[in-house]
């Protein structure tokens, strides 16, 4: 009786709340009833949350009135962009007390300066759209990632987004020159410049790159711009070994200097996966070997890049560290290449609940410790399938599981992360290399910080954000 | 008499304090008397200060030892590397408060994995050192700035420091991968991973990168190396102005995709300075053009840089940008052509006291911007010199300016810098596009932050420092 008491009691609050906020913002900003569900879904379809209300404001003016309104509610705020993170850093765990702050509405490009090779941008943009809108100027801004026509920037921001291209460009944080940021007392952070050297002390804006949301609500960023690959070639080489795969990326980091942007590494499951995840898809080889790597160089202008392709695979054979390859002659062999690195992914999702992981250690081990953590998934775990891929040449891999039919799934995700995780500590690497802590990493997160780092974030976040209106439970419990 | 008392109570507080600090850590430790001057000069010798002491501790333990040290007598603490900053970041402004603790004997290499291009270093390394030790290894450590014979790698971390490559390479921030720092109150920050990935949440290092010794005392760093460039192309081009320069940037960052490693502006008077400050230099061209780039770019393998370079040059003649034009076509004269760009400010420094600027605005708006203060000063001090030179690409520009014969010069500088400021508020720029701020620019950023902005930086630095132990008088008062 207590506990329905209680339960009714909380759904008064919330009518209440959403009166509240309807009264204060207007009802085209709220958000209600079933029309909540979609925002509190996480990208795998996993977890199904609730909020009190989702908030939808349309201009950074908007995001302040939406902030100061829970504030003066007491309710928490978590802000969200496109919703496809991975760690569960914009799914709200507090129902009753939590409303999302949606940035979809905030997508406009505010002004572009090819000149200066930048733009500022609305946070709610979708990533391809801006990778598209800058394209028409002859320009790029090289975030790419499998998300990429549902993520959008002030997301990718606030998760310090990695993807295929970190080797070449660096992840999310070496692509902005600024940020604007709605902060937890509902003030402003002005801090959108286009300089590509400011040196002005301690720079704020990086506290906010990987926060999920923790510290503020970004609302504009100024991105920097490349001149637009005119030229892309790509290759699957096929390989012996991990190990060959990684003396290969040494190799190439050499002989193809800085014009490298993409090599993806992909154990033969690789393509019986993308089979499954696209029957349609049209594989260049058997797998018939150990390793393959999908390889990407690109520039523009006076080098010229399918030249040196041919060259580069030309000397991966004479090294004796290619086996087997193909070079795409067109734009399409080369989109086939790439679709059997979604495909992969696809394929994945279709085999059911697995482990995913997000690992990194160093280049120099990486062989080392996928061959020890897959050994001993072998070992205690003989009849689940290992599928270790991803972007080896920052060191990153996704040691991913798929549970055997013999025993409970969940049982077996958990034991493959268990020894995953136990090896990866031995070798001093990160649960996370790309995809952040949210609410899913957090005790893993937790468990490994020494006291002094604690400590310090303790202090930044309570600096910043004393009274945790912020994304409360996500990262570290304060 | 009241000041005579004053003055021997300090004096005496002060022979107490080194008594205590050599009871404590050991005449090795603690360097006082007549050898504490060096320590508080700053580089260009125009201020001469004082400290309580210097302690150069040998260790990261010992380092916590003299922040601990320094605690209990409630002294301030002042980081010091090379001490060849530009802005007083390590001079001490409080010689009875203040010790500083030098770096100098921290300079090992602690490990470095070549295989994963890679190394940890202790913050005390000459930069050039830590340059020549990793090129032994075929590596790179991209970091290059006029001060590299004598400027310190914590040092370059605490003010995040520029030079010649940022346009490839980015500012030093970009270059590390972790970094291991004695907080204020003695603990320690254990962040010394080595992996190119790694997206645990809010990264904290970034904090410390750019406070110039405010926030705590990096005693180690691991850096991202890089192949060595085996080959490089260096070319001085004349053009018709600075805006052809800027025109002829965008070009070569298209035609030369991530090949270049430097584009460097100089006026003509660049060649009247360089001989100036030295004298044997052999001047490649004559100044009979309104201006000059030196430009470079590097690579190594399959990529044939020499060809590139020649056959950028022909494109900049064929497009009527270059009207003159070498290219060096041996170390030697490549060397020569750097000369000219490094006897300029030797030739300023030999010309006495003058405007220093460190400025950056939008590359789309630098033409305009420098070409506006000039005539600025042209107009209201005739017989000034501007000086205006720099890392266009990046948008960063020198503009200096040497007083004429009429009038004060400490004036003369004044009003010079109120120009250059006035201007550069209305182009948004920065007035530290590398340089820092330290206690030299303390007021100009102070007048420049939004309520929003201090705040943020007021609340980062209490929550870390809370009894302000750390360069207190650097960057804002608090």
Same mark, same amino acid.
């Given at each position: 009786?207590?506990? $329905?008491?209680?339960?009714?009691?909380?759904?008064?609050?919330?009518?209440?709340?959403? &009166?509240?906020?309807?009264?204060?913002?207007?009802?085209?900003?709220?958000?209600?009833?079933?029309?909540?569900?979609?925002?509190?879904?996480?990208?795998?379809?996993?977890? &199904?949350?609730?909020?009190?209300?989702?908030?939808?404001?349309?201009?950074?003016?908007?995001?302040?009135?939406?902030?100061?309104?829970?504030?003066?509610?007491?309710?928490?705020?978590?802000? &969200?962009?496109?919703?496809?993170?991975?760690?569960?850093?914009?799914?709200?765990?507090?129902?009753?007390?939590?409303?999302?702050?949606?940035?979809?509405?905030?997508?406009? $490009?505010?002004?572009?300066?090819?000149?200066?090779?930048?733009?500022?941008?609305?946070?709610?943009?979708?990533?391809?759209?801006?990778? %598209?809108?800058?394209?028409?100027?002859?320009?790029?801004? +090289?975030?790419?990632?499998?998300?990429?026509?549902?993520?959008?920037?002030?997301?990718?921001?606030?998760?310090?987004?990695?993807?295929?291209?970190?080797?070449?460009?660096?992840?999310?944080?070496?692509?902005?020159?600024?940020? %604007?940021?709605?902060? +937890?007392?509902?003030?402003?952070?002005?801090?959108?410049?286009?300089?590509?050297?400011?040196?002005?002390?301690?720079?704020?804006? #990086?506290?906010?790159?990987?926060?999920?949301?923790?510290?503020?609500?970004?609302?504009?960023?100024?991105?920097?711009?490349?001149?637009? +690959? %005119?030229?892309?070639? /790509?290759?699957?080489?096929?390989?012996?070994?991990?190990?060959?795969?990684?003396?290969?990326?040494?190799?190439?980091?050499?002989?193809?200097?800085?014009?490298?942007?993409?090599?993806?590494?992909?154990?033969?499951?690789?393509?019986?996966?993308?089979?499954?995840?696209? +029957?349609?898809?049209?594989?260049?080889?058997?797998?018939?070997?150990?390793?393959?790597?999908?390889? %990407?160089?690109?520039?523009?202008?006076?080098?010229? $890049?399918?030249?040196?392709?041919?060259?580069?695979?030309?000397?991966?054979?004479?090294?004796?560290?290619?086996?087997?390859?193909?070079?795409?002659?067109?734009?399409?062999?080369?989109?086939?290449?790439?679709?059997?690195?979604?495909?992969?992914?696809?394929?994945?999702?279709?085999?059911?609940?697995?482990?995913?992981?997000?690992?990194?250690?160093?280049?120099?081990?990486?062989?080392?410790?996928?061959?020890?953590?897959?050994?001993? $998934?072998?070992?205690?775990?003989?009849?689940?399938?290992?599928?270790?891929?991803?972007?080896?040449?920052?060191?990153?891999?996704?040691?991913?599981?798929?549970?055997?039919?013999?025993?409970?799934?969940?049982? #077996?995700?958990?034991?493959?992360? #268990?020894?995953?995780?136990?090896?990866?500590?031995?070798?001093?690497?990160?649960?996370?290399?790309?995809?952040?802590?949210?609410?899913?990493?957090?005790?893993?997160?937790?468990?490994?910080? /020494?006291?002094?780092?604690?400590?310090?974030?303790?202090?930044?976040?309570?600096?910043?954000?004393?009274?945790?209106?912020?994304?409360?439970?996500? &990262?570290?419990?304060?």
């Amino acid at each position: 009786m207590d506990a $329905i008491k209680g339960h009714e009691d909380k759904s008064e609050t919330r009518a209440e709340f959403v &009166q509240a906020l309807e009264a204060r913002l207007g009802c085209e900003i709220v958000v209600t009833g079933t029309d909540v569900a979609v925002y509190c879904r996480d990208w795998h379809g996993d977890i &199904q949350s609730d909020a009190v209300a989702v908030l939808r404001p349309r201009s950074t003016a908007e995001v302040q009135d939406c902030v100061r309104a829970a504030i003066d509610l007491g309710l928490q705020v978590v802000p &969200q962009g496109g919703n496809t993170g991975l760690v569960l850093g914009a799914v709200p765990d507090a129902p009753d007390r939590q409303v999302v702050v949606s940035l979809e509405r905030m997508t406009k $490009i505010r002004s572009l300066d090819a000149d200066n090779f930048s733009a500022v941008v609305e946070a709610g943009i979708v990533l391809e759209d801006l990778k %598209e809108k800058v394209a028409q100027e002859g320009l790029y801004f +090289p975030l790419a990632l499998g998300a990429q026509g549902s993520c959008r920037l002030g997301g990718n921001v606030a998760t310090n987004a990695g993807g295929v291209n970190v080797l070449r460009y660096g992840m999310t944080r070496e692509l902005l020159l600024g940020l %604007e940021v709605v902060l +937890p007392d509902g003030s402003l952070f002005e801090g959108l410049n286009c300089l590509r050297k400011d040196n002005r002390g301690i720079d704020l804006k #990086q506290l906010f790159i990987g926060s999920e949301g923790t510290l503020g609500i970004i609302t504009a960023v100024s991105v920097k711009l490349l001149p637009a +690959p %005119e030229q892309v070639a /790509t290759a699957l080489l096929a390989l012996g070994s991990l190990e060959d795969a990684i003396t290969l990326y040494r190799r190439a980091r050499r002989q193809c200097c800085d014009l490298m942007s993409a090599f993806e590494f992909m154990p033969p499951i690789a393509f019986e996966l993308a089979k499954e995840g696209m +029957p349609d898809l049209v594989l260049p080889m058997q797998a018939e070997y150990p390793a393959y790597v999908l390889m %990407e160089l690109s520039g523009s202008g006076l080098v010229d $890049i399918d030249d040196l392709m041919v060259r580069f695979v030309e000397f991966a054979f004479e090294e004796g560290l290619a086996l087997d390859g193909v070079i795409a002659t067109s734009q399409a062999q080369a989109r086939n290449l790439w679709l059997i690195r979604e495909g992969m992914n696809e394929g994945q999702a279709k085999r059911g609940k697995h482990l995913r992981t997000d690992i990194s250690v160093p280049l120099s081990r990486m062989a080392e410790f996928v061959s020890e953590v897959e050994a001993k $998934i072998g070992t205690e775990m003989p009849d689940a399938i290992c599928v270790s891929y991803g972007h080896v040449g920052d060191g990153n891999v996704h040691l991913n599981v798929l549970p055997g039919s013999r025993g409970d799934v969940d049982e #077996q995700i958990y034991c493959a992360k #268990q020894i995953a995780n136990e090896v990866l500590d031995r070798y001093n690497g990160s649960i996370s290399a790309e995809h952040g802590i949210g609410r899913l990493k957090k005790d893993d997160f937790s468990q490994r910080l /020494t006291d002094v780092h604690r400590r310090l974030l303790e202090s930044v976040r309570s600096a910043i954000d004393p009274a945790l209106t912020m994304n409360r439970g996500c &990262q570290i419990d304060l």
